[in-house]
């Protein structure tokens, strides 16, 4: 059961009732609409939402979608149908690997607790990412990976993104708090096989998160193997990143 955001809509919450203007919400965190996957009545069952928002992969014309001024709170993505994407994204499924997701993905005034993902992404996932926006957001108390021969396998504590197409994207990251987020590698942030474009975490908090195996908490994983890959451009600006298990960040070629 997911809240599914088709393109082009812009969602927004935070709203105390007797506003005129959208203008006049402050979706703060005492003042945000709640979006829930408890449907067990357990928090952390595998019984609860495998996805508690899902963007889907879009057509070849370029799109737009809006989400903010929400809590995310209470999934568990399970990959009992084996792929990794069932066991991505609990709280928010962006894309998949069946296509690209065009256009630009806005996300602001999003707060993510207690998501927990079997794979990658234990609150956030995107696959096939072409260009993110992200601000104002917090994501603590979230967890992937699982177990696999007594060995951790997964990535993407708080969130996990692949590029769209060739891995070619456009990210930006600022003013986001990650916060006590745990996975086997990426505890915090993991980009994975990026092949080229400019990724930024600007103005960000990363404290606290913890890597089950030698890692860090911001994991930039670019891909040398593509032909005309390996090239981009990674900006970390004005960031806290400290006090994280298994270091602050690590850029490996894979």
Excluded: W
């Excluded at 096939?128 to 007594?150: Q, T, V």
């Amino acid at each position: 059961v997911s809240f599914v955001i088709p393109h082009d809509v812009e969602v927004y919450g935070g709203f105390a009732g007797n506003e005129t203007f959208r203008e006049q919400r402050s979706p703060s965190l005492y003042n945000m609409t709640v979006l829930d996957g408890n449907l067990s009545g357990v928090t952390g069952s595998p019984q609860n939402s495998d996805h508690v928002v899902r963007i889907p992969t879009g057509g070849t014309a370029p799109k737009r979608v809006v989400l903010d001024g929400f809590l995310i709170t209470n999934a568990y993505a399970d990959d009992s149908s084996g792929t990794t994407v069932a066991g991505s994204g609990a709280g928010m499924l962006i894309g998949d690997t069946t296509g690209v997701v065009n256009g630009i993905v806005r996300l602001k005034n999003l707060q993510f607790t207690d998501c927990r993902s079997s794979i990658s992404g234990g609150a956030i996932a995107g696959f096939g990412m072409n260009r993110l926006e992200m601000s104002d957001c917090r994501i603590a108390g979230c967890e992937a990976g699982h177990y696999l021969a007594g060995t951790p396998v997964g990535s993407g504590g708080a969130i996990y993104l692949q590029g769209g197409g060739s891995g070619v994207a456009d990210i930006a990251m600022s003013a986001i708090r990650i916060v006590s987020n745990r996975a086997p590698e990426g505890s915090g942030i993991s980009f994975a096989g990026m092949t080229g474009g400019r990724y930024s975490l600007m103005n960000a908090l990363v404290v606290g998160n913890v890597c089950q195996e030698p890692s860090a908490a911001v994991l930039i994983d670019v891909d040398n193997s593509v032909t005309g890959g390996g090239y981009g451009q990674f900006i970390v600006s004005h960031c806290t990143i400290s006090g994280n298990f298994g270091g602050g960040v690590d850029i490996v070629d894979s």
